[in-house]
């Protein structure tokens, strides 16, 4: 029986995946071929979804994109023992946009049947998981520590001395927290681990739980991805029947129990405090701080607060062991870093390379550059909070350090193209509009804040006393930075001083002429 493989993945849905894959089943059957079609993750080239690939004794052949329409022409050309077909790619690891990847964490996304345990094993599953097992709790901690590996929900704290003050935290129960709600703009590659290969974070939060002394684990999914919430569900039943989930680990005597929870389609649940009131029952609103969640957090208890990708590492870490992880990337940002290109870009999808790789690699070599085939203009890294980049800036090296020193943040490694027809006085407008609207209210800085920014833009883009305007501009930026609660208020200034920044000829506007005088 021929294997073909066929992603499940909601931005191949989108495109068609399973009418193509219903078509294919209807001429297998037509013809009395028998076929089992598998089901999978992307691999992350969205620009050649839907993709089907076939196995064959040279390997698995894929062949994209394709149409439900191309299914009879590919039975004609014998695509079921690798015929060659106008869409035929050949072995999909030998693509140089993912050959010259290092994939640690998305190693399987693509390859496995997302809940099927015997196929998660039979590609390198739950090693880690069993090396957690024979090690104490701190050995663990001190692993992750030395593997460097830092938060990449976008803080970039280190992972390790995180889970140090949980583990240390004297307390009759602890969580694992996984926040899923991924907002960013140009962010997909939560979605795409969870519905691609969801077991490799479950074993992820299980090994937390062991380091930290934690029974007890929940995911934080955003509203607006039941694909990835029906994945994970279905992979954790899958998890508790193998006994990788409940009251015995692998046999090991020690439990973990797993739960995931669905947001409500706000912004703000993707920081800590705010998902963590969300989880309780609670209206999410940003809690002060101190008490840290690390102390005093889900339910008054301990808790670990990591990004889907941070947990998503911890089994390669466990397996492979700190220092092989600490090869890849640079300074103090170690390890690969799942980099999602979007925006105006000729071949977006997911790129997962060590830190260090630069935005002009990124999107010229691997993007092709702009889908319209103009100049790119400019680059916003890091979601809608992030720092718009000029053309001249591409150069710049993926590290935290380093997009720190340009005022940037890397945040969940979104790239965001734009050609140049943008304007980014609007863009700069359309930072305060979201954080008017996403802002959760506590706090006056964001909450009017924001507000009364959009409005300055508004009189900045039609011309009215624009120097007086700047002012005020800058100064409630400045106020915006220092005196917001958390990181929404915080960091809306960011985007809106970068565009002021590296591109003030879009704020140079004329004055409109009142009708009157026309």
Same mark, same amino acid.
């Given at each position: 029986?021929?294997?073909?493989?066929?992603?499940?993945?909601?931005?191949?849905?989108?495109?068609?995946?399973?009418?193509?894959?219903?078509?294919?089943?209807?001429?297998?059957?037509?013809?009395?071929?028998?076929?089992?079609?598998?089901?999978?993750?992307?691999?992350?080239?969205?620009?050649?979804?839907?993709?089907?690939?076939?196995?064959?004794?040279? %390997?698995?052949? !894929?062949?994209?994109? @394709?149409?439900?329409? +191309?299914?009879?022409? /590919?039975?004609?050309?014998?695509?079921? &023992? #690798?015929?060659?077909?106008?869409?035929?790619?050949?072995?999909?690891?030998?693509?140089?946009?993912?050959?010259?990847?290092?994939?640690?964490?998305?190693?399987?996304?693509?390859?496995?049947?997302?809940?099927?345990?015997?196929?998660?094993?039979?590609?390198?599953?739950?090693?880690?998981?069993?090396?957690?097992?024979?090690?104490?709790?701190?050995?663990?901690?001190?692993?992750?520590?030395?593997?460097?590996?830092?938060?990449?929900?976008?803080?970039?704290?280190?992972?390790?001395?995180?889970?140090?003050?949980?583990?240390?935290?004297?307390?009759?129960?602890?969580?694992?927290?996984?926040?899923?709600?991924?907002?960013?703009? %140009?962010?997909? !590659?939560?979605?795409? @681990?969870?519905?691609? +290969?969801?077991?490799? /974070?479950?074993?992820?939060?299980?090994? &937390? #739980?062991?380091?930290?002394?934690?029974?007890?684990?929940?995911?934080?999914?955003?509203?607006?991805?039941?694909?990835?919430?029906?994945?994970?569900?279905?992979?954790?039943?899958?998890?508790?029947?193998?006994?990788?989930?409940?009251?015995?680990?692998?046999?090991?005597?020690?439990?973990?129990?797993?739960?995931?929870?669905?947001?409500?389609?706000?912004?703000?649940?993707?920081?800590?405090?705010?998902?963590?009131?969300?989880?309780?029952?609670?209206?999410?609103?940003?809690?002060?701080?101190?008490?840290?969640?690390?102390?005093?957090?889900?339910?008054?208890?301990?808790?670990?607060?990591?990004?889907?990708?941070?947990?998503?590492?911890?089994?390669?870490?466990?397996?492979?062991?700190?220092?092989?992880?600490?090869?890849?990337?640079?300074?103090?940002?170690?390890?690969?870093?799942?980099?999602?290109?979007?925006?105006?870009?000729?071949?977006?999808?997911?790129?997962?390379?060590?830190?260090?790789?630069?935005?002009?690699?990124?999107?010229?070599?691997?993007?092709?550059?702009?889908?319209?085939?103009?100049?790119?203009?400019?680059?916003?890294?890091?979601?809608?909070?992030?720092?718009?980049?000029?053309?001249?800036?591409?150069?710049?090296?993926?590290?935290?350090?380093?997009?720190?020193?340009?005022?940037?943040?890397?945040?969940?490694?979104?790239?965001?193209?734009?050609?140049?027809?943008?304007?980014?006085?609007?863009?700069?407008?359309?930072?305060?509009?979201?954080?008017?609207?996403?802002?959760?209210?506590?706090?006056?800085?964001?909450?009017?804040?924001?507000?009364?920014?959009?409005?300055?833009?508004?009189?900045?883009?039609?011309?009215?006393?624009?120097?007086?305007?700047?002012?005020?501009?800058?100064?409630?930026?400045?106020?915006?930075?220092?005196?917001?609660?958390?990181?929404?208020?915080?960091?809306?200034?960011?985007?809106?001083?970068?565009?002021?920044?590296?591109?003030?000829?879009?704020?140079?506007?004329?004055?409109?002429?009142?009708?009157?005088?026309?």
């Amino acid at each position: 029986m021929t294997r073909i493989f066929i992603s499940q993945d909601a931005a191949s849905v989108a495109v068609g995946a399973s009418r193509v894959a219903r078509a294919i089943a209807d001429i297998a059957l037509q013809q009395g071929v028998t076929i089992d079609i598998v089901r999978t993750g992307s691999r992350g080239l969205f620009w050649l979804e839907p993709l089907v690939e076939v196995e064959t004794p040279e %390997g698995r052949i !894929a062949y994209g994109p @394709l149409q439900p329409s +191309d299914a009879a022409s /590919l039975f004609k050309a014998g695509f079921l &023992a #690798g015929g060659n077909h106008p869409t035929r790619l050949g072995r999909m690891d030998e693509l140089p946009y993912l050959a010259r990847q290092q994939r640690l964490v998305f190693a399987r996304c693509g390859l496995t049947d997302p809940v099927s345990i015997a196929d998660y094993k039979a590609h390198g599953g739950f090693k880690g998981l069993a090396r957690a097992l024979d090690c104490s709790a701190q050995e663990i901690v001190d692993q992750v520590k030395l593997s460097g590996l830092r938060g990449r929900g976008g803080a970039g704290f280190p992972t390790g001395i995180k889970w140090d003050t949980v583990l240390h935290a004297e307390a009759s129960q602890k969580y694992i927290v996984c926040n899923a709600d991924e907002g960013d703009s %140009g962010t997909f !590659a939560d979605r795409m @681990l969870m519905e691609g +290969d969801p077991l490799t /974070l479950i074993e992820g939060m299980i090994i &937390a #739980g062991l380091a930290v002394g934690a029974t007890k684990g929940f995911i934080y999914i955003r509203s607006e991805y039941p694909h990835a919430f029906r994945t994970m569900n279905a992979a954790i039943e899958a998890a508790t029947r193998a006994g990788y989930l409940g009251a015995s680990v692998m046999g090991s005597g020690r439990s973990f129990d797993l739960e995931t929870r669905l947001g409500a389609g706000a912004y703000i649940c993707g920081e800590e405090t705010s998902l963590l009131e969300s989880l309780e029952g609670k209206r999410g609103v940003v809690r002060a701080k101190p008490p840290l969640p690390a102390i005093h957090g889900l339910f008054g208890k301990p808790t670990v607060v990591n990004n889907v990708l941070s947990l998503a590492s911890l089994p390669w870490i466990m397996e492979h062991g700190a220092e092989a992880y600490a090869d890849y990337g640079m300074g103090r940002s170690r390890g690969t870093l799942p980099v999602q290109l979007a925006g105006n870009v000729k071949r977006g999808g997911l790129i997962e390379l060590a830190f260090g790789v630069t935005l002009r690699e990124l999107i010229e070599e691997f993007g092709g550059g702009t889908l319209t085939g103009r100049p790119v203009k400019a680059v916003q890294v890091g979601g809608p909070l992030g720092a718009y980049f000029p053309a001249h800036m591409l150069d710049i090296p993926m590290d935290y350090e380093s997009f720190a020193a340009e005022k940037g943040l890397i945040g969940h490694g979104g790239i965001v193209v734009f050609d140049d027809m943008v304007d980014l006085s609007h863009q700069a407008r359309f930072a305060f509009e979201f954080c008017a609207a996403e802002s959760c209210g506590k706090c006056t800085p964001c909450r009017v804040g924001a507000v009364r920014g959009v409005e300055v833009m508004d009189r900045i883009i039609a011309g009215v006393e624009p120097e007086k305007n700047f002012e005020v501009l800058e100064d409630l930026c400045r106020l915006m930075t220092d005196a917001s609660l958390c990181a929404m208020g915080g960091l809306t200034p960011v985007p809106v001083m970068s565009a002021l920044t590296h591109f003030p000829e879009d704020f140079d506007k004329q004055p409109r002429i009142p009708a009157a005088a026309e």
